[in-house]
């Protein structure tokens, strides 16, 4: 059981590339939810999906997009990466409900930066 | 704007001491409170939960709410080296997701 696992842990990217960001879990979670996390800073919600083929934004979800076809995967794709995207961004999964009981499982991250 | 506000820190206490680490939120209507612990480089990981008002103790560990006062605690005794981390408040509001405070930096020294 690997639970949440996320692919790259690392990248740089060029400005203007675009790249796509793999978060896959086993739990069998309707939830799952994107955050970047920058510097001295708290987590920031940029997309979230309530289950496969329904996504919503979140609090930053400009330059960003997300797909959720199945239950187990939900990428986030950068297109025209900036040097404002370089961040640290952590895939996160939620019980059945996703209710106010159920605790938030995170990936470890991956680290990107842009030049 | 929702929000969840923290005092940065860093909060420095010696070993064994007690460490006292704070949480306000803005909206009345949330409904569940969490405390995520995070180590320098790691994904943040879930220690303590906190639904009603009052007390909630797991361990060393205590959990206090206040939704009069929209505030929450977290109470670390007998603090080790190994607490030393950054510890996230975040609040659940129906209808969106979690929201997060930007986290205080605890250092405990030996």
């Known amino acids: 059981n690997a639970g949440v696992t996320q692919t790259p842990k690392f990248r740089i990217l060029k400005i203007g590339q675009s790249m796509t960001l793999q978060c896959t879990q086993d739990?069998?979670?309707?939830?799952m939810y994107w955050y970047r996390q920058d510097p001295g800073m708290g987590l920031k919600l940029i997309y979230y999906?309530?289950?496969?083929?329904?996504?919503d934004k979140g609090e930053v979800p400009n330059g960003y997009n997300v797909s959720r076809s199945t239950t187990e995967d939900f990428p986030l794709r950068l297109e025209l990466a900036a040097p404002s995207q370089t961040s640290v961004y952590f895939c996160?999964?939620?019980?059945?409900?996703?209710?106010?009981?159920?605790?938030?499982?995170f990936g470890p991250g991956t680290r990107l930066t842009v030049l | 704007q929702k929000e969840v506000e923290q005092n940065s820190g860093p909060l420095s206490v010696p070993e064994g001491a007690i460490a006292s680490l704070n949480c306000t939120y803005s909206?009345?209507?949330?409904?569940?409170f969490f405390w995520y612990r995070q180590y320098s480089g790691k994904s943040p990981e879930l220690i303590m939960s906190?639904?009603?008002?009052g007390d909630k103790e797991d361990g060393r560990f205590t959990a206090q709410l206040n939704k009069a006062s929209q505030y929450v605690s977290l109470l670390i005794r007998d603090s080790q080296p190994s607490d030393s981390a950054t510890y996230l408040c975040?609040?659940?509001?129906?209808?969106?997701?979690?929201?997060f405070g930007k986290g205080t930096t605890l250092s405990v020294s030996s």
């Open positions: 909206d009345r209507g949330s409904q569940s």
């Open positions: 906190i639904y009603s008002n």
């Open positions: 975040a609040v659940f509001q129906a209808g969106t997701a979690l929201i």
């Open positions: 739990m069998n979670h309707n939830y």
């Open positions: 999906s309530v289950g496969a083929g329904i996504t």
């Open positions: 996160a999964t939620q019980g059945q409900g996703g209710g106010y009981t159920d605790t938030q499982y």
